[in-house]
Each structure stands twice: as C-alpha cells, then as structure tokens.
Nanobody, 125 residues
C-alpha cells in the first residue's frame, strides 16, 4: 500500500508562482511512476506531467510544457510541482499519483493506482 500526501496549495494572485509537494510512503519512488494531475470545477481530471521510474526524466502534457516543472527528491520520497505565471483558469484541485511501471502511458490516469487527497489551488484575479 502506498500513501500520497500533497501540500502547498492555497490562494495565489494572477501571475504568481507556487510549489506543490507530494510525499509518498510505503514504497520508494525509484520503482514508481509519479504523476501530477489537476481537476478544475466542472471539468475532467487532466494530466499535468509525470516522472517515469525508468527514465527519471519529467514528461509533460502538451499544454503544460512552458510554466510547469516537476522534480523529485529520492531521499525524501517527495515529488514537486512548480507552477509559474499562474492564470485564473488554473484554479483546480491538484493531485499527485503513483503506480508501478505498466503498459499504460504515463500521462494516462490508468497508469496510476494510488492517489493523494488533492490540494486546492485558487488563482485570484
């Protein structure tokens, strides 16, 4: 069993930056794909990006490549999501997720078995 706990959300002004953290317990990150997703009000949950366990190199959804940065600290079993120049439409609950390597694309929700409770990010205009 793997548990994920996100933190770092809050109220941010338009154009501001934020760094979210996600601590995983129960298994080392080295063997897990780690992903970030978000769900805005009334919309489907969408992928932000992922760090695949086999490459360790972040991959991002096409619309997230410019202002989003994912990193990890193996010693702390923690991954981070930094977002710059936040926009009001990016108000959402941000989730981290993890799963063993599989045939599913790492930006697919189906690639992940364990999810955090989410952290709310509100961008004020």
């Amino acid at each position: 069993q793997v548990q994920m706990v996100e933190s770092g959300g809050g109220l941010v002004p338009v154009g501001g930056s934020l760094r979210l953290s996600c601590v995983a317990s129960g298994r080392t990150l080295r063997f897990l794909n780690m992903g970030w997703f978000r769900q805005a009000p009334g919309k489907k949950r969408e992928a932000v990006g992922s760090i695949p366990c086999d490459t360790g190199t972040p991959v991002y959804a096409d619309s997230m490549k410019d202002r989003f940065s994912i990193s990890r600290d193996g010693a702390k079993n923690t991954i981070y999501l930094k977002i710059d120049n936040l926009k009001p439409e990016e108000t959402a609950v941000y989730y981290c997720a993890t799963g063993l390597k599989s045939t599913q694309p790492v930006l697919s929700r189906r690639a992940y078995s364990y999810w955090g409770q989410g952290t709310q990010v509100t961008v004020s205009s």
